[in-house]
């Protein structure tokens, strides 16, 4: 297995896949570029076949189906945790290009404590990518960090007080951690709501949230809804069962956004959320923002 001075052993990385193949094959051009190489990279295709031509990662690939006609996003990520190798299990979205530390980062992270880890990611404007050229210093000069998102160390972790920073973008931990609470809940279902969930229950354990300097990781563009009213009807569902479980709300910015544009009637003291109408296909429409970087 190997390891980098410094760190501990290489990581697993783990990416789910539905379309997107020209980005799932610049990941695994960034992955290519790590200073550490992963031990492996796991892909779980929420679709019938893998992509084809896709490029070397410079580790062994491992390649998993997981069905299911909505996102299985739960049960995909469950399917890779499942089938991985290594102790350290390394997330990361099908969108995102890790930069060359990212593995090395998580690893001296986790060899350093017990935690989840978190790491930077800067959002890519239209056209930063061409021809599937990753150069990460032209990356860092155009990307820019989410706004809703604190800035990571210089060096070193960081300790994060709240475990619902964890963005299903780009993430770490043990193994070990994710079998302790069972993975993801596979009920929460499409999109929204079952990272924020993980990582309460990950915080109910006792397990520490850190941020990494280091593991940057760039997510290429594409247009988002603002709000995302094409994730309407599981957004509810899945943050109705996140209050059930936990006493609170999640995902109340959506919420609060699908509140104004009176699709529902709903507070965040609120027991319940209730549906004036779901959004029509022109408002669905309406909400996308092809230039937009942040949803």
Known sequence: ????????????????????????????????????????????????????????????????????????????????????????????????????????????????????????????????????????????????PHPARPPVPESGSRPEPDPGQLWGLSFALAASAWRAVGGMDEAYSGYGGEETDFAARLAATGLPTFWVAGARAYHQHHPVHVPPLQHFAPILANAARFRARHGRWCMTYWLDQFRAAGLIDWDSDAAAIRLIRPPTRHEIAAALRPDALFS
């Open 1 to 144: 297995m190997s390891a980098e001075p410094g760190g501990g052993p290489a990581p697993s990385v783990l990416t789910l896949v539905r379309g997107r193949a020209d980005r799932l094959r610049n990941l695994m051009r960034g992955l290519a570029r790590q200073t550490m190489p992963p031990r492996e990279c796991v892909i779980a295709w929420m679709q019938p076949e893998p992509a084809a031509d896709l490029p070397d990662p410079g580790c062994p690939v491992r390649h998993l189906h997981v069905p299911g006609a909505a996102l299985p996003l739960a049960a995909a990520r469950n399917r890779a945790a499942e089938a991985a190798a290594a102790d350290l299990l390394v997330f990361l979205d099908v969108d995102c290009i890790p930069g060359p530390t990212l593995v090395a980062a998580y690893a001296a992270a986790a060899a350093a404590a017990r935690g989840l880890f978190l790491g930077e990611v800067l959002y890519l404007p239209d056209g930063a990518i061409a021809g599937g050229v990753v150069d990460p210093a032209a990356l860092d000069r155009v990307g820019r």
